[in-house]
């Protein structure tokens, strides 16, 4: 079992940068993927940006180039850094940890990017 606490969204305006942060409660050493879900109004969840345990990432086409994500395995936590925000961008934000077939998801956090 393991809970993940969002942080880091907000409002901002488009061209601007925001930094999520999704904090584990336990290690996420062992847990091989990792990742950014986003759910806008009226649309289905859809994934944004995920992570291994080893480094490698997969991103959505509609934030490559803009989005980084990144895992800090020693502070339990998992970064997605969002640059160039554009106002489709605006959606909950979710995080999420798989492993051995177990999913957890975090409350979710609001971005919000103005025109």
């Known amino acids: 079992q393991v809970q993940l606490v969002e942080s880091g969204g907000g409002l901002v305006q488009a061209g601007g940068s925001l930094r999520l942060s999704c904090a584990a409660s336990?290690?996420?050493?062992?847990?091989?993927?990792m990742g950014w879900y986003r759910q806008a109004p009226g649309k289905q969840r859809e994934l944004v940006a995920a992570i291994t345990s080893g480094g490698s990432t997969n991103y959505a086409d509609s934030v490559k180039g803009r989005f980084t994500i990144s895992r800090d395995n020693a502070e339990n936590t998992l970064y997605l850094q969002m640059n160039s925000l554009k106002p489709e961008d605006t959606a909950v934000y979710y995080c999420?940890?798989?492993?051995?077939?177990?999913?957890?998801w975090g409350q979710g956090t609001q971005v919000t990017v103005s025109s």
């Open positions: 336990r290690s996420i050493f062992s847990i091989n993927a």
């Open positions: 999420y940890s798989k492993r051995v077939g177990i999913v957890h």
